[in-house]
């Protein structure tokens, strides 16, 4: 039974991330699409970060504590992790859920999702920054 009454489930969702064996991996980012169930149409501006309980702890940005942001853009149904911590390294793994609301395909009912996972794995890459080396993004 569903913790949830009425509600619907959202697949868990999962993206890696190349972190370099330099602990220097600051900025790195990833992002992972949102996809609609088949019965459900989403409403995204109703997306919360939560808790594994549904509890919410953030509304389009979540910043999870010393490690990175995690925030959500309801006009590509994306959320995106954006890496803080220099420390986190490959087999290191971050995990947030967070809520939906949609309405039946029928139109006849409008629910909450359960919490659904989405997770960064940090993989090594064997990469090196050289700090030397200017980027577009520096230049500007």
Known sequence: MSPIQNSFALDAIEEEI???ELRDSK??????TIMEPEEFILDYTTFHFTDHEGNIIGDSSFE?????MWQF???RSELIFRLYD???IGGDQLEVYYTIEGVSKDGN??????PALATIKGISCGATINKHIQTILNLY
């Open 73 to 75: 853009d309801a006009s």
């Open 64 to 68: 999870e504590s010393g490690k990175g």
């Open 18 to 20: 190349c972190v370099s």
């Open 27 to 32: 900025g790195v980012f990833a992002k992972m």
């Open 109 to 114: 009912r409008f629910v909450k999702s359960e």
């Open 86 to 88: 220099l420390d986190f």
